[in-house]
């Protein structure tokens, strides 16, 4: 009876995992809403307090690109506004925010829709970009590999200091998504991606950020996988 009971706990974990809708890619996920407000980007301000509670995706290696050296990224949201934070290598030569530097955003998580580079040489399908101080739709329908874009405004943003740069863009500006992902390119060469493994194609990492309300943890799942680690470690006992 027991034994049934795993197999099926398992089962079950393994639907749930499965019906995420996932691929290999997908390097992490996160969800960090905060108060309205409670981040503020103002040009020339070089207070980055209100960051400290916001966790950061897993850090780019300093040194493998440059001048343009990622190296952190943090994503939050409030009601209104999506913000995001770009740590750059501080030994490498700082740049203004510009057209070298790229987000690139699948709001639909949806390879098959928006940008993916020549060959489809990157992880995702993005639909919008945000470049420099400019947010742009895809413009090349069908022909993902076509670098084309539709200009739509501006972001606000402050890159001071340079390695250190803010954005903040209304929700709406990218169609109110409950989820994109996203993978950040900077066109100088020697040209930096992160994360590294956004250039693998279809099969290429990237980070997905949700604005989804919280759900409360799911708990039966969680007592159910719990109940699983405790008839294995019975097991062998
Ligand atoms: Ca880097
Ligand atoms: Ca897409
Ligand atoms: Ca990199």
């Not at 490498?92 to 639909?108: C, I, M, R, V």
């Not at 279809?202 to 708990?219: H, K, M, N």
Request: aromatic share 14%; hydrophobic share 40%; with cysteine.
């Amino acid at each position: 009876m027991k034994r049934q009971f795993y197999t099926t706990a398992l089962a079950f974990a393994i639907v749930v995992s499965l019906s995420s809708g996932l691929h290999a890619g997908l390097l992490e996920t996160q969800n960090n809403p905060v108060a309205n407000g409670a981040i503020t980007v103002v040009g020339g301000d070089n207070d980055r307090s209100d960051w400290i509670p916001v966790p950061s995706y897993q850090s780019d290696p300093a040194g493998d690109a440059g001048p343009i050296d990622f190296t952190g990224l943090q994503i939050a949201h409030d009601d209104t506004n999506i913000y995001f934070r770009i740590l750059l290598d501080t030994q490498a030569s700082p740049q203004f925010f510009g057209f070298q530097h790229n987000l690139y955003l699948d709001t639909d998580l949806d390879r098959s829709t928006g940008f993916f580079g020549g060959g489809g040489f990157l992880s995702t399908g993005s639909d919008y970009l945000i470049q420099g101080g400019s947010y742009f739709s895809f413009a090349g329908g069908a022909a993902q590999g076509a670098f084309s874009w539709n200009w739509l405004g501006g972001v606000v943003w402050d890159d001071f200091p340079t390695t250190d740069i803010e954005i903040k863009i209304p929700r709406a500006a990218l169609g109110n998504p409950d989820a994109f992902d996203i993978l950040l390119n900077a066109s100088a060469a020697p040209e930096d991606y992160y994360p590294n493994g956004a250039t693998g194609g279809a099969t290429g990492d990237y980070f997905r950020y949700s604005l989804a309300v919280i759900p409360e943890p799911s708990s039966a799942l969680l007592i159910l996988l719990g109940g699983c680690m405790m008839f294995g470690l019975r097991q062998r006992k």
